[in-house]
């Protein structure tokens, strides 16, 4: 108990004394809120449903998804033979994916910031909130992709689809982050020189040499694997558990 105390402690502190890019955090955690409200809303009435998107049974839902995600973000997998150790694949964003098939692109993104909420409380931070806010960022760009797509056909056929256009966008997302922003700020945060961590995929495979050469050869195959592993476990999953998250939706 005392450790979790601890742990809470350490949280709010890392949050006063990075107040600025906390904020810019949940700013733009509710500009994508927005957009999957709309794109939920816009959906919805082309279809003809009228639904709230929330419910009382959703919340719930998403708590429970949340938590399970929060869990399974303790899991990671490193892949040595293709990223350096500090790419790691969890399968988080099944529950967030799982959320969304039930529930809508809303139910999704909630699960994906909640997790990395839930996360910081049993883990704190340590890099000042820069690698939550690159977990929440590109689970979204996974999540809200497939989210979008499926929302307009509800098919078995399109959850694929939806998947599959959630990899590629999470794959050409993820590496672009990494280049422009992820990378150079690991670089600053931890004191390194950028070709120090560049040296890391170097020694794993020769050809990467830059920064570009880093997230075309590492990142994205690393992004594509954790899309088709998420889309994978979810296909797996979801048809058996759909039977009790639809029976308590629709109640």
């Known amino acids: 108990m005392s450790n979790l105390f601890q742990t809470i402690n350490e949280f709010f502190q890392a949050v006063k004394e990075n107040i600025a890019f906390v904020l810019q955090f949940l700013g733009i955690a509710v500009l994508i809120f927005f957009i999957a409200y709309v794109a939920d809303r816009i959906a919805k009435k082309k279809a003809g449903i009228q639904e709230k998107v929330f419910t009382t049974r959703m919340m719930a839902m998403v708590g429970m998804f949340s938590a399970i995600a929060a869990i399974l973000m303790l899991f990671e997998i490193p892949l040595p033979f ?27 993104v909630m699960v994906v910031f909640f997790k990395v909420v839930l996360n910081l409380f049993i883990n704190s931070t340590t890099t000042v909130f820069v690698g939550e806010f690159a977990n929440f960022m590109v689970g979204c760009s996974l999540i809200l992709p497939a989210a979008i797509v499926y929302e307009f ?40 020189e950028l070709d120090a961590l560049i040296a890391f995929g170097t020694a794993i495979n020769p050809n990467i040499t830059n920064v570009t050469s ?24 979801y048809k058996p558990l759909s039977p009790i998250i639809k029976s308590r939706h629709q109640k």
Do not use: C, H, Q, R
């Open 82 to 108: 293709l990223a350096p150790f500090f790419y790691k694949i969890d399968l988080s964003e099944v529950p967030a994916m799982i959320a969304t098939f039930a529930f809508g692109p809303v139910a999704g």
């Open 153 to 192: 056909k509800k098919t078995k056929k399109n959850a694929i689809t939806a998947m599959a256009v959630g990899t590629i966008a999470m794959t050409i997302f993820g590496s672009f982050f990494n280049a422009v922003y992820l990378l150079p700020t690991f670089s600053k945060l931890y004191g390194m």
């Open 214 to 237: 880093f997230v075309i050869l590492a990142v994205a195959p690393f992004n594509l694997i954790k899309g088709i592993a998420v889309s994978i476990v979810t296909m797996i999953i």
